[in-house]
């Protein structure tokens, strides 16, 4: 599997979390964070991606903290 798909499948995962399709969201949330073992680590780990060179807007990172509440 492509390493840069992780960022892809959390894309889907914010986009089911936002449609309220919870089991999807978890689910390709489990796969990118398979992949990128970061996102394992919350906000702190999107803050690391940051540094790396990825960007998520401030509504995303907004979706992303309610994702991982949900997940916890």
Do not use: H
Request: glycine fraction near 6%.
């Amino acid at each position: 599997m492509n390493n840069k798909n992780w960022d892809a499948m959390l894309g889907l995962s914010l986009t089911f979390f936002e449609k309220k399709d919870y089991d999807n969201a978890q689910k390709y949330f489990a796969q990118a964070s398979e992949i990128e073992p970061k996102l394992k680590n919350g906000p702190d780990g999107i803050s690391e991606l940051e540094k790396e060179g990825y960007v998520y807007s401030d509504y995303d990172k907004e979706v992303l903290n309610q994702l991982f509440k949900s997940l916890k």
